[in-house]
Nanobody, 121 residues
Framework: QVQLVESGGGLVQAGGSLRLSCAASGSILSINAMRWYRQAPGKQRDLVAI???????NYVDSVRGRFTISRDNAKNTVYLQMNSLKPEDTAVYYCNGLIRRSPSSGFVGYWGQGTQVTVSS
């Protein structure tokens, strides 16, 4: 079994900051790319940021310069530092990890349960 557990969401005023964490646990051999997605009410789930094993990062234009994705490979954890938050950042944030469980298996995408981020104006 593999579990991804997000934490760090909450209610914050516009201009504030939050730091999300996503810890992977269970039967894990290696983790490839890790991503953060978000889904606002009534909208599709959209990619926010990605980080590869060697630290390459990329962001959707709407968060570039405000959000920073990072990872701690020793802890199987990915982070999302969110600064200068705006009401339009309000959404449920999900992490996704490409995880390999054994030498004979390929990489499979696993999702966390999501954490709510609400930004008030």
């Amino acid at each position: 079994q593999v579990q991804l557990v997000e934490s760090g969401g909450g209610l914050v005023q516009a201009g504030g900051s939050l730091r999300l964490s996503c810890a992977a646990s269970g039967s894990i051999l290696s983790i490839n790319a890790m991503r953060w997605y978000r889904q606002a009410p009534g909208k599709q789930r959209d990619l926010v940021a990605i980080i590869t094993t060697d630290g390459f990062t990329n962001y959707v234009d709407s968060v570039r310069g405000r959000f920073t994705i990072s990872r701690d490979n020793a802890k199987n954890t990915v982070y999302l530092q969110m600064n200068s938050l705006k009401p339009e950042d309000t959404a449920v944030y999900y992490c996704n990890g490409l995880i390999r469980r054994s030498p004979s298996s390929g990489f499979v995408g696993y999702w966390g349960q999501g954490t709510q981020v609400t930004v008030s104006s």
